[in-house]
């Protein structure tokens, strides 16, 4: 089917900046929307930011103007730019897709496996 293979996470001071990437394989004919979504201990999992496949995008309003979520579309990668974090933002960051393969007729969501992001004080 689809898998979501996300890396760039790590431990970082406040003011600095990170890097996501998350990667689909499988038998994918077509994305939707791919993005990103946080839990932080003890809270329910938030979006973060999505892009749609005709481009469009959404952010939090916490995040704006700070993280930025661009796609390849050649390598079915999505990747977020994380710009003047916050101790707010240590959280656990999944990558999202919702992606049609092969043998499906429909769009399914997926989920990566999680990579954490801790911001320092």
């Known amino acids: 089917q689809v898998q979501l293979v996300e890396s760039g996470g790590g431990l970082v001071q406040t003011g600095g900046s990170l890097r996501l990437s998350c990667a689909a394989s499988?038998?994918?004919?077509?994305?939707?929307?791919m993005g990103w979504f946080r839990q932080a201990p003890g809270k329910q999992r938030e979006l973060v930011a999505t892009?749609?496949?005709?481009?469009?995008?959404n952010y939090r309003d916490s995040v704006k103007g700070r993280f930025t979520i661009s796609m390849d579309n050649d390598k079915n990668t999505v990747y977020l730019q994380m710009n003047s974090l916050k101790p707010e933002d240590t959280a656990v960051y999944y990558c999202?897709?919702?992606?049609?393969?092969?043998?499906?007729?429909?769009?399914?969501?997926?989920w990566g496996q999680g990579t954490q992001v801790t911001v320092s004080s």
């Open positions: 892009i749609i496949s005709g481009g469009s995008i």
């Open positions: 499988g038998s994918i004919v077509s994305i939707n929307v």
């Open positions: 999202y897709g919702n992606v049609k393969w092969y043998g499906s007729s429909r769009y399914s969501d997926y």
